[in-house]
Nanobody
Framework: QVQLVESGGGLVQPGGSLRLSCIAS????????MGWYRQAPGKLRELVAR????????WYVDSVKGRFTISRDSAKNMVYLQMNSLKPEDTAVYYC??????????WGQGTQVTVSS
């Protein structure tokens, strides 16, 4: 059974930092590209960062480039998102999943990130 468990969110002031973690289980994720998605209230879920299965190729949506860093520890089935210089517009629920994700597939509960003074 596939499980994705995200953690590390919280309330942070603008300019602050958070590190999100995701532990994946239930299948061999080492052969999948993994990513972090986010969904803000009233908006569609969007992919913000992607990392190749080998961990060497990354991609970021323009709005987070230079501020977010995705990494993975395949031996531990972990995916991380280091978020620096956070802005109020980064407020959202953050999820990890494969890239692309499976339509109708599993999503974890996500972790809430709130950036506010």
């Amino acid at each position: 059974q596939v499980q994705l468990v995200e953690s590390g969110g919280g309330l942070v002031q603008p300019g602050g930092s958070l590190r999100l973690s995701c532990i994946a289980s239930g299948r061999d994720f080492t052969s999948y590209a993994m990513g972090w998605y986010r969904q803000a209230p009233g908006k569609l879920r969007e992919l913000v960062a992607r990392l190749s299965s080998g961990g060497t190729l990354s991609w970021y949506v323009d709005s987070v480039k230079g501020r977010f860093t995705i990494s993975r520890d395949s031996a531990k089935n972990m995916v991380y998102l280091q978020m620096n210089s956070l802005k109020p517009e980064d407020t959202a629920v953050y999820y990890c999943n494969t890239v692309p994700y499976e339509p109708g597939g599993y999503w974890g509960q996500g972790t809430q990130v709130t950036v506010s003074s």
